[in-house]
């Protein structure tokens, strides 16, 4: 029986593959570097914000803020910065502080407890718990922009007594803010400024329905 040297390769061929795989590990490398370098900068972070009342309604009255219903294609991360037709636009690596739903109660609370300064304003997912003189509900439908260069809040809202759990009064809501700036965190930072306006606003009118509606309802102690 005879056997074969196995072949050798010479050591050019040799050389030949050694710069191959080292082409490829180096091609490699620079492609990771190049992923790392086109890495996404950081968000920019947006919050609403209370808006000073231009009214406020004197009472000593426990109101209690139900949590609002807000339009699931709004409560995310991202910033909706318009709608239009069939379409939701987005701000480009802009989002909310916080969730949207959380910030909305938030707000609206604070705005409404600068509104009825002697009252006593605290929401119902929060760590408070009292016996409310009224309940206030709200339910929001639109809260972007029209893309008209204004932002549209469209909501309804109610006030309910805590002993019957009646309504005591609803009211439809449509409040509309132009916006203004150039450039991109600019104008989403004045699309902000309007919704935390619109919110202010139609705390304007829930105070308002509040002192209106909360000395009829008969207290545990009278």
């Given at each position: 029986?005879?056997?074969?040297?196995?072949?050798?390769?010479?050591?050019?061929?040799?050389?030949?593959?050694?710069?191959?795989?080292?082409?490829?590990?180096?091609?490699?490398?620079?492609?990771?570097?190049?992923?790392?370098?086109?890495?996404?900068?950081?968000?920019?972070?947006?919050?609403?914000?209370?808006?000073?009342?231009?009214?406020?309604?004197?009472?000593?009255?426990?109101?209690?803020l139900r949590r609002v219903g807000l339009p699931a294609y709004l409560d995310r991360p991202e910033i909706?910065?318009?709608?239009?037709?069939?379409?939701?636009?987005?701000?480009?690596?802009?989002?909310?502080?916080?969730?949207?739903?959380?910030?909305?109660?938030?707000?609206?609370?604070?705005?409404?407890?600068?509104?009825?300064?002697?009252?006593?304003?605290?929401?119902?997912?929060?760590?408070?718990?009292?016996?409310?003189?009224?309940?206030?509900?709200?339910?929001?439908?639109?809260?972007?922009?029209?893309?008209?260069?204004?932002?549209?809040?469209?909501?309804?809202?109610?006030?309910?007594?805590?002993?019957?759990?009646?309504?005591?009064?609803?009211?439809?809501?449509?409040?509309?803010?132009?916006?203004?700036?150039?450039?991109?965190?600019?104008?989403?930072?004045?699309?902000?400024?309007?919704?935390?306006?619109?919110?202010?606003e139609m705390a304007d009118a829930m105070a308002a329905a509040v002192a209106r509606t909360a000395p009829?309802?008969?207290?545990?102690?009278?």
């Open positions: 029986m005879v056997f074969k040297q196995p072949a050798m390769l010479s050591s050019g061929h040799a050389c030949a593959g050694i710069v191959k795989r080292r082409a490829v590990l180096g091609g490699l490398a620079a492609g990771l570097a190049g992923l790392s370098g086109c890495a996404s900068p950081d968000p920019q972070l947006f919050t609403l914000a209370t808006v000073p009342p231009a009214r406020v309604y004197q009472g000593d009255w426990l109101v209690e909706v910065r318009s709608s239009d037709g069939y379409r939701v636009f987005l701000a480009s690596n802009q989002r909310w502080a916080e969730p949207l739903t959380d910030m909305v109660d938030r707000v609206l609370r604070q705005d409404l407890s600068l509104r009825l300064p002697g009252s006593t304003v605290f929401s119902e997912s929060g760590a408070i718990s009292a016996d409310p003189t009224v309940i206030v509900e709200a339910d929001l439908q639109r809260f972007e922009s029209p893309g008209d260069g204004s932002v549209l809040l469209l909501a309804q809202f109610a006030i309910r007594s805590s002993r019957s759990h009646t309504a005591l009064m609803a009211q439809p809501v449509r409040i509309s803010h132009s916006t203004a700036g150039g450039g991109s965190a600019t104008e989403t930072a004045s699309l902000v400024a309007a919704l935390s306006a619109t919110l202010a009829d309802v008969p207290r545990l102690d009278g």
